[in-house]
């Protein structure tokens, strides 16, 4: 069954669909906004003076890199 032809979507409109979506998937292979070195939040500086900066991502055992939660938010 054959739709009229002001019912169905125009090649140009699915053509720029296509194409933003290529565009949006391909934003995701820039580099990271903040490299690990930046300071994240005030607080960083402050415990890098003192000694007590946690590193942000730390290796585990079996080589994989892991947020190093436990020791950025353990207390001081």
């Not at 125009?10 to 580099?31: D, E, N, Y």
Request: hydrophobic share 35%; proline share 9%.
């Amino acid at each position: 069954m054959n739709r009229p032809a002001h019912t169905r979507p125009a090649r140009g409109a699915r053509a720029i669909a296509v194409l933003t979506g290529a565009a949006l998937l391909a934003g995701g292979c820039s580099k990271p906004l903040l490299s690990p070195k930046d300071e994240r939040t005030p607080f960083d500086r402050y415990d890098a003076v003192r000694n007590q900066f946690a590193q942000q991502q730390i290796e585990d055992e079996f080589g994989q890199i892991k947020p190093n939660l436990r020791a950025r938010l353990a207390p001081r």
